[in-house]
């Protein structure tokens, strides 16, 4: 029995998984991807737990004064500050496994000590001006979705933690048409501003996983990717313009389609993950709302041949919207998964002549392209691409798969809170190589997969697609799933996670192509970017942030 | 009569001018043109100076020690260490009108103390650490192209000045084409990167005005746009990785097409303009050699039409690799330019007729249009946007005047040196900003020259155009031609730069979009990015370059 939802909760309407709390994943209707589970994590497929109910939880009481509550109070409006223990708990938690773990256990960690609402920027500023008579750190706010430990707010001291929720600071403050731009508050979430800039003709086209309930701000400060980033670019080339309150003042960008002037100040300030300053207004770069879309699944015999079509494209400057390429434990998965959809021309010609030709084989690969624009342009790119595909043996199986995959894009994280209560472990990891390397990197980190298992003695799957394709190379991003091991949750989490980093950081791949650093990738930032490059990046945290006021913790490796 | 060029010059083949010795703008067979300037300028045509013999030049002394000059001489070599007068003197001069100036008059500004021409980052390290025992500032030195200042070297003490020549340093060290990546070294020129990568099917697609001339590191260190960039981007998208030297050791960034891993460590190096260190190797993205190409020129009736004719194309995502718009006064001069080429379509159907149609009126303007890539796309592209040229009442011209462009595109750096021998500053500058500000940027800026102008109480001219577009604006590139005013070139070039500059800063435009920063536009840098984010740019520099010792004077305002 799934646990009762009903309760008060404003914030998160399911805090202790992902989104709609009215919506579960609907596993009973996929019996063969059921089975596919059963059989590779060796799960009996029963419910076994449950989250904790919401007001079981015991936090720790704030380190808030009460003078300083007065002040907060009287900056941000006594309605506008929040003291209370479960909304704090709330605001601990972001969307990553471990984040989840302590949700469903009700063991709180990173709690902050007060919540406050800002409606104003000066309202950020009077803040800040605060810390010359009061010790505090701040930890910006917007969705929570981060999957790295974003949210969590540490502080190695007592000084209490101040969590800035920029919910309130969603509003749209200018269109500009003919320069299709749009300057937008932060706390803005992903479908307010498509719908607002629909409504004028217009999208932004970035469409990350997280899309339904991540904000403009968290995109901006993390490098979020949508999965149309192929042809639309990330989120840090949608950024025309960037405001930023720091401790040391306020910070803008110009407001310029590009320059030659120096290091990029815009890219320094995007990225910055809240560790120097608090982004108060964001000029996107916008474009014409799409007339036609097209989708279009293609079947490989080998994964080899399906990144060899994919690097092509890419290569001919063949640049469709989507391309999503799964590898062979992936495709496996996802034929399981789409069996329960009818009608597809997989379906229909049947899975034996495919079989018969090899492109059901144990090691045939999917690929998803989608296209959006101009219908002569889609006709145009869709015709070029397919024929690339060809070229490399691949067979077009029509639209279905495209339109499943669209249909269900934002539903994946439903399932891991299904399977967390059948004790599973789910999560992803992700990142970005050249096309040399990428194969030999998949390799190895599948290998590093398996090894973790191994070492943790438990059944586990892990698969990957290639997405977010660019001409020199593309991002890997894997799924993986093992049976959990009882009360060592973290412990078993760790050590695939660090195992797979280890392997990504030593191969000179991204550390994360777009799910950020936060508390959980900070440790391997050293190795990364190198002792000077890290030293560059304090260099620029302690420039506009002298007291390590912001986000304590995250980002940048302890020094 | 030009003066004779057969002087003894190593490393730069006219060094009171542009390029190629042998070569120069032949005003004679376009005599409307000759007579169009004759008549804006007030100028008799006649040559009333030449350039000082090189000879002629007097240079200080050398500040190198003998010990350290040893000590270079055992670093580099001693072939590749420079004491020579001549040798310094060249090496302190760009290409700007001030440089030019100090050319012809054969008066010395900024001449390093040496030059050493560096085979290795070794040795580039080795220099660094001489810096415990010796004082001295050092100087990068690629193309020696720079318009803005980048070339000279200014030590406000009395440490000499090492110029590092990156000449020697011209190797492709590697090219991965299956990643389609080529690692570069900072010394190799346009031409024969351009040439080495053609001959595997490849290339850069990185042709700024100084293509001939200009060297790789010369092009990230100061963020160069080429004529193909509204497709192809800026010279700073085209980077994959990239290594310095630093006074305090080696940064170099991962090589990965993308991530989300705090602030762009890449876009901070990028653009540093040798003030934080020397780039020592670049991995350029780079993308097949185009099959097909083709030009067209659209005439339309008022500079608005063809702005919202070339809006509309790239908010519409038809992007031709050049679009050139120039604006009335531009159009004026090309079409008196152009006038000596005979055949072309415009010629053929006669002026009279496009004059009556209103296309040749006073406000008539022409659009020029490149496509490069495989047929198919040529030609679905340039369908598109003559389309949509058409539908601002856009007349296409045919291939001539795109034909003409193409050819003399490299060419007009050498008028500029006859304009010199006439008494004539000619200059450019640029700018770029957002749709809506531009058509108001563009007058207001033809207006700052039109009261420099009277000021001055010089006859002047100056045009525009535009390039380099984005989906949310576009650059402005102006040149501007006044009588010079004898012994006072340098007052009366300032002056003019000062108006024109102030207004685009004013304006929030961007204060460079490709010529870089340098010497001569430093001093608005505090404006351009205000306080504190002059003081991060700083901090960076302070953390890589603590004693100072990179391009004293470059970039960053004095503080």
Request: with cysteine.
């Amino acid at each position: 029995m799934w646990p009762d939802l009903s309760c008060d909760v404003k914030l998160s309407s399911k805090w202790w998984g992902w989104g709609d709390a009215s919506k579960s994943y609907d596993l009973e209707t996929r019996p063969r991807f059921f089975r596919f589970l059963q059989e590779k994590l060796e799960i009996t497929g029963e419910i076994i737990q449950q989250p904790v109910s919401l007001d079981s939880v015991k936090v720790s009481g704030t380190r808030v004064e009460e003078a300083f509550a007065r002040r907060l109070m009287n900056i941000f409006g006594e309605e506008n500050v929040q003291l209370d223990d479960k909304e704090r708990f709330l605001h601990s938690l972001g969307k990553g496994y471990l984040d989840l773990i302590r949700g469903w256990k009700g063991a709180p960690s990173g709690v902050p000590d007060v919540v406050v609402y800002p409606t104003s920027e000066s309202q950020i500023e009077r803040l800040f001006s605060e810390s010359a008579q009061w010790s505090f750190v701040v930890v910006p706010y917007g969705g929570a979705t981060s999957v790295v430990g974003g949210v969590e707010s540490h502080t190695k001291d007592a000084k209490p933690v101040v969590c800035l929720d920029f919910k309130l600071m969603n509003k749209i403050l200018e269109v500009d048409g003919r320069s299709v731009l749009a300057k937008v508050q932060p706390g803005c979430l992903g479908p307010e501003l498509e719908k607002a800039l629909n409504a004028t003709g217009l999208t932004l086209g970035h469409f990350p996983q997280s899309f339904e309930y991540s904000s403009v701000g968290g995109w901006v400060a993390t490098r979020s990717a949508g999965y149309e980033s192929t042809r639309y670019g990330k989120i840090e080339e949608m950024v025309e313009n960037l405001r930023l309150v720091t401790p040391m003042g306020i910070i803008e960008t110009p407001l310029v389609p590009a320059s030659a002037t120096g290091p990029d100040l815009l890219q320094i300030l995007v990225g910055s993950e809240g560790t120097i300053g608090a982004i108060t207004s964001v000029t996107l770069k916008l474009r014409k709302a799409p007339q036609s879309r097209s989708y279009v699944g293609v079947l490989f015999k080998t994964f080899t041949d399906g990144i060899e079509a994919v690097r092509e494209m890419m290569q001919k400057e063949i640049i469709p919207n989507v391309i999503r390429l799964s590898d062979p434990n992936e495709t496996k998965a996802s034929l399981a998964l789409a069996s329960h959809n009818h009608g597809s021309l997989i379906e229909r010609i049947g899975t034996w002549y495919l079989t018969r030709r090899g492109y059901f084989g144990s090691e045939g690969v999917v690929l998803i392209l989608a296209f959006e624009g101009s219908p002569e342009w889609v006709d145009f790119e869709r015709k070029r691409a397919l024929a690339t595909c060809r070229s490399f043996g691949g067979f077009s199986a029509g639209s279905g798969p495209g339109r499943i995959w669209y249909k269900e894009r934002f539903d994946l994280p439903y399932l891991r809170d299904k399977l967390m209560g059948m004790g599973v472990l789910a999560d992803t990891l992700e990142t970005a190589t050249t096309w040399s390397r990428l194969p030999g990197l998949h390799s190895k980190i599948m290998e590093a997969f398996t090894s973790a298992f191994q070492e943790l003695h438990v059944s586990g799957y892990a698969m990957a697609h290639i997405s977010h394709e660019y001409r020199t190379g593309a991002s890997l991003y894997f799924t993986f799933m093992a049976k959990q091991l009882a009360d060592r949750e973290e412990e078993e989490w760790r050590l695939i996670k660090n195992r797979v980093t280890d392997v990504i950081v030593k191969a000179g791949a991204s550390l994360s192509h777009h799910h950020g650093i936060g508390v959980e990738h900070a440790k391997w930032m050293g190795e990364y970017y190198g002792p000077l490059g890290i030293r560059v990046l304090k260099a620029v945290k302690h420039e506009l942030d002298p007291m390590a006021i912001m986000n304590p913790d995250k980002l940048l490796p302890a020094s």
